[in-house]
């Protein structure tokens, strides 16, 4: 599986930002597809994910903010992250998970200005 981030740059506080995630490769062998963050000397954190059965979670902070969604035409997987705020500045990363191995994209960097 591979895993193809789009979308991050300079937004301002309040403001509102897309990320995508192609996916390629062994697609049928995802069970599901999560989206996480890290920041400069933390742990890359949870945000959000998707399963094949449409399920969908977020960690608290981004609640009622972000929505992950799918598109399987188009084999990828988006973040619509709205009412952003500089405490989300963060280097985000899709990543794809099978009954046997977690798979990771390159980042995508977000900056939110205040």
């Known amino acids: 599986v591979q895993l193809q981030a789009s979308g991050g740059g300079l937004v301002q506080a309040g403001g509102s930002l897309g990320l995508s995630c192609a996916i390629s490769?062994?697609?049928?062998?995802?069970?599901?597809m999560d989206w996480y963050r890290q920041t400069p000397g933390k742990e890359r954190a949870f945000v959000a994910r998707?399963?094949?059965?449409?399920?969908?979670n977020y960690a608290d902070p981004v609640k009622g903010r972000f929505t992950i969604s799918r598109d399987d035409a188009k084999n990828t997987v988006s973040l619509q992250m709205n009412s952003l705020n500089p405490e989300d500045t963060a280097v985000y990363y899709c990543?794809?998970?099978?009954?046997?191995?977690?798979?990771w994209g390159q980042g995508t960097l977000v900056t939110v200005s205040s």
């Open positions: 490769g062994s697609i049928s062998s995802i069970i599901y």
């Open positions: 998707i399963s094949t059965r449409d399920e969908k």
């Open positions: 990543s794809a998970r099978s009954r046997s191995q977690r798979y």
